[in-house]
Structure formats: structure tokens, C-alpha cells
């Protein structure tokens, strides 16, 4: 039995119908590349094998009338594979949209909280004899960056290696009895008290020394300070869905010239989309946009699979036109918005999540969509940009070749888009997700991103005086070998939330 901290239970509490709280993932395969040849049968039977090997994919939420904290998770005695892993085909032609369109409805579907919350959809039929699987796991469990290292897992760097056997010794351990629970939870509740009076004091500290900065000009963004768009009000629970890659040489070569981090110049890419976007509209504010950016706070060996976020409030100067002019404003607005958030405790955030109640988060969730209250207040920030560090060699996910890992986070009430963004053995894989009704094209979002990194590129190589190598710059993949030692997936984790992480990128739900 293991508890829910504040944070995980939080993710719970505030999802509506409408508001799904889970994170998505796009994996593009390349079935040629599996031992033996692909069928769905044989991926099936790799994924129960690394599922049995997993406990974070047999846990489901446990709780009782009796139970005053937040739920529990506990072995499922009846986990079946097939619950969790589906199968379908896009519709022809099989292309991009047809592929996106498809994701968006699975990712627009609740998980089943009688099990454990996650599935994998494996979608045939795509054009170029691909093969995707769209993944679904639940906020609760995972944040952007435990569910890289779950995935991680699930996958190798060599399609040869060793599997794990199917432990048939394995036995599901029985749920905890409604006392046990009601009394492990009255335990932690008598503590909130003393905790509460602990978290007011820095609390405070926290608010008088952002007025201070404020009047310094040295403070991040406020929230509740952004202008208002069409993807900021009440959502529906129709999704849009779009994908994208650029290369991350490209990306470090803008990075080296202009003297920024890779962080800056995705804000920027980010930046100078949305400004095309909401200009083909009609709607360009004459502000700067502004969005959360989560931030992993991750520490040493604490539990992978819980929620170790806070997020970061930053400022996307969507009002300068030239794409340089964009990159420093960014550069000069992250390196003061950095320096406050390192002034923050980075836990406060989980600190305050423990006094998180079901009944009424839940309620107040509820009433807050009913009444379409997203669209009475100012806007709390216009959309969340997530980057997360992935893999930067070749995987192998259940022996397929990863070829692209678009990351899908959630999207909120009043704030409808959400652009993730991970690193993959050489490029930068981009996910786009919004609510369809605030964004139904995506692709215009998507198509401009690596337009604004040629153009950033062009003016990078004009600054240092290099030329455009012969050929484009490709996804490294080296040769495959035949036979190779079992070796572990590549580190995934986040960075930490030190100065040296706050400095390169920042990484969450996603």
C-alpha cells in the first residue's frame, strides 16, 4: 500500500468530464526493425512481460467511505493485459491527420479507475507501413518526467536484447482493510495542523518577495496578467492533435550563436508560431503572451513514479515580429523570471497539495466549468510549454525502432493548448494538443515551428559566419547489430531544479 502524496490525489480531485487529467504520448515504430518480424500478437505478449515486470503499471487506486486522506495505490489481483492494450487502424489514406485525428479521440476518452490507469493503443494501417501506439497515462501516476522513465522501460537500445521471463510466482498482495486505511489516514491528518504552521511563514516570504521584485522589475510574470485568446475560456472534451520535429543540432547551433539555452530558443520556435497563428486570425494581442512552464524538482532517489513538479510563470513576446528580436527578449526575461523561481522554495508547491480535499476540489471544479468561470476572470496564463530531456541515442520500444516520441500533456480549463516538447536521438519531438473547439488546426501551429527554427538558423550562421552544410542534417541512426550485451534504457530523469537545470530546460507534464 502506498499513498497518493497531495499532488498525485490532486490530479483526481480536479478532473471533470470535460478536463481529462491524463498524459499522452505519440510513438512512431518502425516495425521492420523487431527480430522475427512485427505482429501485434508479439508486441502484446513483450508488452505483459515488461507489465508484470513493472509494479507501476499493476497498481490501481484503492479507498474506502472510511478513508479521511487522499486514496491509495495497491496491486490489481486481476490484471489482464487486455484491458490495457488495444488495437486499431486509421482510416485511409493513413497519413498525418488521419493518424492525428485518431489520437485526438483516444486521448478525449476517460481511463477506467477500477484499474490501473494507463493503456497503450496500437494503431496500424499508416501509409508508410508504420506503426503507431498511442500511450495514456494518468497525471496521478506520472508527471512528464517519470513517465519517460516508465516508458524507458518499456524500451532498449539494442532490438536483441535479453527479455524479462514472465514471473509466474507473481501474487497480487491484498488491499489494505477499511480500518487499516481509516487509521494510517486519520495518522497523517492529525499532522496537518503542525505542517500548516510550518508553510505559513515561507509561504508569506514567498508573497512579500515577489511584491519586492515586482517594484524592482526583477519578478517573474504574474499569474492572472495575460491577454485573452480563443484557446483560453471553458474547454470541451473533443481534442485536437498535431506533431512535429526539428533537429536538436540546429536548435544548439541557435543556442551557441545567440549565447541562450536550448530552453530559450524552443520558448522562442513556440513564440514565433503562435504569433503566425493567432495573426491569421485576427486576434494577435498587443502583449506578450504568457505560459506556465512546469519545472521537475526531482531529487536523488526520490519515488519515480510520483509527481515531483512545480512550474514557472514566463513571458512569450508573441507581439515582436523579428524571430531574433523574439529569441532575446526571451533569453532576457528567462534569465530574471529564473533567478525569482530559484528564490522559491521548490516544494511549496507539493507542501500546500497535501491539504488537497476531494469533496471540495472536486465540487468547486465542477461548478467552476458549469458556470464557465475561465471566461469571467483575467486569464490565468494562456497555454503550458513543457520540455522534457529523452533519449539521445536509437530505442527500441518492445524491439520496433523508435522514430518519433511526440509527448501530450493535458489541457485545463482557460487554458486549451499545450505544446510538449522532448528530446530524441537528435531532434527535438514536438506534441501539439488543444481543445478542438479553441484550436481546430493544430497543423498551422505545428508547419511554423521549423520555419521559425530556419529562420532563426539562417541569422545564427549570418552572426558566426558558417556555412549550410551540403546536406540536410538527418535522425542518427547507426547500423544494427546483431548481438549485443542486455544493457538498460538510457537515463531519462529530469534535471534538477539547481540553477544548472533552471539554466538549461525545464521538464514536467506534461
Known sequence: ??????????????????????????????????????????????????????????????????????????????????????????????????????????????????????????????????????????????????GANLMAALCEIDPGAPRPGLDRSYRAAHAPSDLLLAADGLAHIAMRPLKLLKLLPGTAAVASNWIRRARLGTAMPPPFSAPRTSFNGTITGHRSIAYIGVSLADVKEIKQAFGTTVNDVVLAMCAGSLRGYLQDRGELPDIPLLTMVPVSVREGNEAKSR???????????????????????????????????????????????????????????????ALRLAERHPVVHNLVISNVPGPPVPIYFLGAEVLGMYPLGPVFHGAGLNITVLSNNGHLDIGIIACLEQVPHPWSLADEMPNVIAQLLAAARQRTGTKAPAKPRARKTPARKTSAPKTSAPNTSAESSSSKAAGNRSAGSK
Open 1 to 146: 500500500m502506498e499513498r497518493l502524496s497531495g499532488l498525485d490525489a490532486s490530479f483526481l480531485y480536479l478532473e471533470t468530464p470535460t478536463q481529462l487529467l491524463h498524459v499522452c504520448g505519440l510513438l512512431i515504430l518502425d516495425p521492420s526493425t523487431v527480430p522475427g518480424g512485427y505482429s501485434f500478437a508479439k508486441l502484446k505478449h513483450e508488452l505483459l512481460l515488461r507489465s508484470r515486470a513493472t509494479p507501476a503499471f499493476r497498481r490501481k487506486l484503492h479507498d474506502s467511505a472510511f478513508n479521511v486522506d487522499h486514496p491509495v495505490w495497491i496491486d490489481d489481483e486481476d490484471f489482464d493485459i487486455d484491458r490495457h492494450l488495444h488495437r486499431a487502424a486509421v482510416p485511409s489514406p493513413g497519413d498525418r491527420e488521419q493518424l492525428a485525428e485518431t489520437c485526438a479521440h483516444i486521448a478525449g476518452q476517460p481511463l477506467d479507475r477500477n484499474r490501473p490507469l494507463w493503456e497503450f493503443w496500437v494503431i496500424e494501417g499508416l501509409a508508410d507501413g508504420k506503426v503507431a501506439v498511442m500511450t495514456k497515462m494518468h497525471h496521478a501516476s506520472v508527471d512528464g518526467v517519470s
Open 307 to 369: 509527481n515531483k513538479v512545480s512550474g514557472r510563470f514566463t513571458s512569450l513576446p508573441t507581439n515582436i515580429a523579428d524571430p531574433v528580436e523574439s529569441l532575446e527578449a526571451v533569453s532576457a526575461d528567462n534569465k530574471a523570471t529564473k533567478e525569482h523561481y530559484q528564490s522559491i522554495s521548490a516544494k511549496i508547491l507539493q507542501d500546500w497539495a497535501q491539504f488537497a480535499a476531494p469533496a471540495m476540489f472536486g465540487l468547486a471544479m465542477r461548478t467552476y466549468a
